[in-house]
Each structure stands twice: as structure tokens, then as C-alpha cells.
């Protein structure tokens, strides 16, 4: 049976065609049971065929663990922090093709100065989505749900819900400290089938003789035969109709995603001769016997290069608004441009993500395992920044005071604009706001959030057959 898997960058994806490859060795009797069994065998297997720190694997006797999931954490590198599993395929793929059962916002978690008590900022809201609907939007605080104080033990249980209410609070400067209240607002939302198209907002900014574009784009996501990519073809068209002299991407909420999605919007972006040649966005590095085999077979596949596209815009500098947040893909499409023009970041410093994953499901499309297999390096050869990347102009995202997207009262649009029209910096940079002070940013650590915070990446349909076959 031919079945259709994928990788993510990111944050960064990939897609890939892949046979199912049977081996007819009888498992000796153990006290596990036998579909446990064979769910082990299947993650041994592919971590040893793909997993980029395959030569680390522990020895362990699988035939002996009756959790897969615990099985396969125990099997991960030191330092792997993004590699994870899941038991609900069908749901990831809906994530993957753009259309998940969701209430359609995303938020950043802090904690009070108790560090346990904890409030949710809403980032973004996609459109026509129940937040949307409910009337939820970009910078609200939510205290409760279900009339619940949010807590460290709870946040995340509660916010993953499928139908509750929120209880909203509002945020008051006082002196040089914030103080939250509780309000009387409370919204109800029923999470549903929701198009997530990721370019969330885009507009032409004309000021000071220049016409901006500025697009805040919020996942790395083709859809559905590709949809989302067509919706980035339009706005670049109309950007290209506009006369654009310059370009602000937001990617400030962006944690990464498909490797197709990241190539699209850097070759849109590209001075039109690099796209044109095809030139190498980045290269990819594998496990050794894995690279071997595609330096043999598919060479191809150790490079990722521009497309050449119609709506191209030819640009010889980009503007990139970036925050902890911005992972995996995000970061790629940065370190991937950056060596044929000059990119500009303004904010904070990036996740640090330079690997991507694939997403191996099994047999039964029930399991699917999204190990890291490889890094990737720029066309100069620059990988491995740990500590993210480095902006130009350090800047605070206070989501909390934050204006709609594109608004040029958003004091990282504004930094952009200055330096497009030669303006002396007018907003003092600054390493921490007033409300970063007093509130903990809260980073959950869970397979939900690492799923959006890988990259991934297609192969040729028999390779995993061929592979499997070598290793036996």
C-alpha cells in the first residue's frame, strides 16, 4: 500500500511518498501485547533508518516496553528537544493540509509573579474561525476558562478544550508597573473544522514616499493542493500591481512548518536572478548511512533551491519582525536569504531551531513518529545557531499593547519604516518591557507545541523500502 507522509521544518515540513515494507520475522512471546509489540518494532526501525542521532540509540529491549510513546522518548538524543509521537495521525495530517478541528487562536501563555498562577495573550486569530466569531481578537487576555484560574498544572488541558468559555481580564499601566483585572466578558467557543490559511494580514503601507508591503504571515502551511501557496501568489501579485519598493514580513508568532511553504515565500521575495538560476537556499545533512545512500541515489535531495515563480518581486532587501517564538522554518527562510540580499531583523532573537523532521506514520495511519533526521545550512555553510538569531534592531513584542497587524503604530513596523526612509532610530531599543518584567513568559514543552515547531521535507517514493531492505 503506497501511503503519503510528510515532513515539517518547525516548525519545517516535508512530504513524502513512502511504500509499507513488511518483514516476515515472528516476534518471540512476550508479556507486552503483540500490537504494542509491533508499534515498537516499527519505531526501533525508523529511528534506526532515519533518526539524525541514530548512532546514539540506547540499547533497550523493546520486546519489554508496554508504553510506545515512553518507549520512544527514552530512545532520543541528549539535546533533542523537538523529535515526538503521536497516536492520532488523522489529526496531525488535518493540521498538515490546513483544515484542523480548532478554536482558531493562537496565545502566549505568562505566569503571575507567583510563577504559578497563569493568563493567556491572544497573538492572532484566524479569520472566520469560532474565535473570530466569538469575537476574540489580537492582544485580549484571558484569565479563566470555564470560569477555571488558570494554572501550571492546567493551562494547557483547559486551553486543548473543544467547547468552553473564556473569561477575560484587561491589562492597565500604572506608574512603571502593569496591573491586570478581571472583567466582566466572557465568550463562548466551540472549536470546528477551520481553514487556517497562515497569511493572516497583508496591506500596503504609503508613507514617506515609499510604498511598504507588509504581510504577517503566522505558519508555514501549503494546504490543501496547495492553496495557501496560490493565497501567497496573490498577495505578491498585488504587491508587485502596487509597486512595492520595500518589503515587511511579520513572522513574529510564526514556529515554522513545510519546507515547500518556507521555499515559496523566500522565492517570491529573491532578487529575480537567484530564483531564475535556481540557486541552493540551503543544504541538508543526514544521518551518515542515510546521506550515503542519498548521495548515491537522490542527490537532489541534499539541496533545497529557489523556485522560479510569476510572482516574484525582485527584491534586493527584506524586512523580518521576529520574537522567540519565530522557529524551524522561519528561521530557515532568514539564513536562506541572507546570503544574496540584504535581510533586516527587528525584534527579538529567534527560537534556534536548524533541524528538520519527518513524519513516518504507520501501517495502520494510526502512529506516526516525527523524528529529527537533518540539519540545514545556508549557502554559506552557516548552521548551528543554538541561540537563535540575532536581530539588527533588538526590540520587545507587547502583544498585550499590541495594534492590528499592519498598523504603523506597531513600534516594530514603525523601526522598519524609519530605517526604509534613512530616519534616525526614534524608539529606544530596549532588552525588556515593563510587562516582561513583571510577567513570566510560559513555553509549554509538550508534543502539541513541538509539532509546530519542526520542519519537513519530501522523498522519492521507494527510498524507505530500499532502506529497510539494506538495514535487514
Given amino acids: 500500500m503506497k501511503k503519503l507522509l510528510f515532513y515539517y521544518l518547525g516548525g519545517l515540513v516535508l512530504l513524502l511518498a513512502a511504500f509499507a515494507c513488511h518483514d516476515d520475522d515472528d516476534d518471540d ?4 501485547p503483540g500490537t504494542v509489540l509491533a508499534t515498537n518494532k516499527w519505531i ?3 529511528m534506526e533508518l532515519y533518526y539524525y542521532w541514530n548512532d546514539e540509540l540506547p540499547r533497550i529491549d523493546q520486546t519489554r516496553e508496554s508504553d510506545p510513546e515512553k518507549y520512544f522518548q527514552r530512545l532520543l538524543y541528549k539535546d533533542d528537544k523537538w523529535s515526538w509521537i503521536t497516536d492520532d495521525y488523522a489529526s496531525l495530517q488535518a493540521d498538515y493540509d490546513g483544515e484542523p478541528v480548532t478554536m482558531g487562536y493562537d496565545p502566549t501563555f505568562y505566569t503571575f509573579s507567583d510563577e504559578k498562577s497563569v493568563f493567556m495573550v491572544v497573538n492572532y486569530v484566524y479569520p472566520q474561525s469560532a474565535a473570530a466569531d466569538a469575537g476574540l481578537k489580537r492582544g485580549d487576555i484571558i484569565l479563566s476558562i470555564n470560569q477555571t484560574d488558570l494554572d501550571t498544572s492546567n493551562y494547557y488541558d483547559l486551553f486543548s478544550g473543544k467547547v468552553y468559555s473564556v473569561q477575560l481580564g484587561e491589562a492597565v499601566l500604572q506608574g512603571q508597573g502593569v496591573t491586570i483585572y478581571q472583567t466582566d466578558v466572557s465568550l463562548d467557543l466551540t472549536a470546528r473544522i477551520t481553514v487556517t490559511d497562515p497569511a493572516i494580514s497583508y496591506r500596503v503601507i504609503d508613507t514617506l514616499g515609499y510604498k511598504v ?4 504571515y503566522v505558519e ?8 495557501f501557496l496560490s493565497t501567497l501568489d496573490q498577495i505578491f501579485n498585488a504587491f508587485k500591481s502596487e509597486g512595492i ?4 514580513v511579520d513572522l513574529r508568532y510564526n514556529p515554522g512548518g513545510d ?6 515565500l523566500a522565492s517570491v521575495i529573491a532578487p529575480a536572478a537567484i530564483v531564475n538560476a535556481r540557486d541552493v537556499m540551503v543544504n541538508l545533512k543526514y544521518n551518515d548511512e542515510l546521506e550515503a545512500y542519498l548521495q548515491e541515489e537522490y542527490p537532489e535531495e541534499l539541496t533545497y533551491r529557489f523556485s522560479k515563480l510569476a510572482a516574484n518581486i525582485n527584491l534586493q532587501r527584506v ?30 532573537a529567534t527560537y534556534g531551531k536548524y533541524g528538520g523532521a519527518w513524519v513516518l506514520p504507520d501501517d495502520d495511519e494510526k502512529w506516526a513518529v516525527v523524528p529529527v533526521v537533518m540539519k540545514y545550512s545556508n549557502a554559506n555553510g552557516y548552521t548551528d545557531f543554538a541561540e537563535g538569531l540575532i536581530p539588527d534592531f533588538p526590540m520587545t513584542d507587547d ?7 499592519g498598523d504603523t503604530a506597531d513600534p516594530m513596523i514603525k523601526r522598519a519604516i524609519e530605517d526604509i526612509a534613512g530616519i534616525p532610530q526614534s524608539v529606544a531599543t530596549r532588552s525588556e518591557s515593563d510587562f516582561q518584567k513583571m510577567f513570566k513568559k510560559l513555553i509549554p514543552e509538550n508534543k502539541e507545541v513541538n509539532r509546530r515547531r519542526n520542519l519537513y521535507v519530501p522523498v522519492t517514493g521507494d527510498m524507505r523500502c530500499f532502506m529497510q531492505k539494506a538495514n535487514h
Fill in 29 to 32: 512471546d512476550v508479556d507486552v
Fill in 44 to 46: 526501533k526501525e525508523n
Fill in 213 to 216: 508591503g507588509y504581510l504577517a
Fill in 220 to 227: 508555514f502551511v501549503a494546504g490543501d493542493n496547495n492553496g
Fill in 245 to 248: 519598493s520595500d518589503l515587511v
Fill in 259 to 264: 519546507k515547500t511553504a518556507a521555499g515559496h
Fill in 319 to 348: 524586512y523580518f519582525l521576529t520574537t522567540r517564538a519565530t522557529a524551524s522554518a522561519s528561521e530557515l527562510v532568514i539564513t536562506g536569504l541572507d546570503p544574496y540580499m540584504e535581510v533586516v531583523q527587528i525584534g527579538e
Fill in 399 to 405: 502583544v498585550v499593547f499590541s495594534v492590528p497587524f
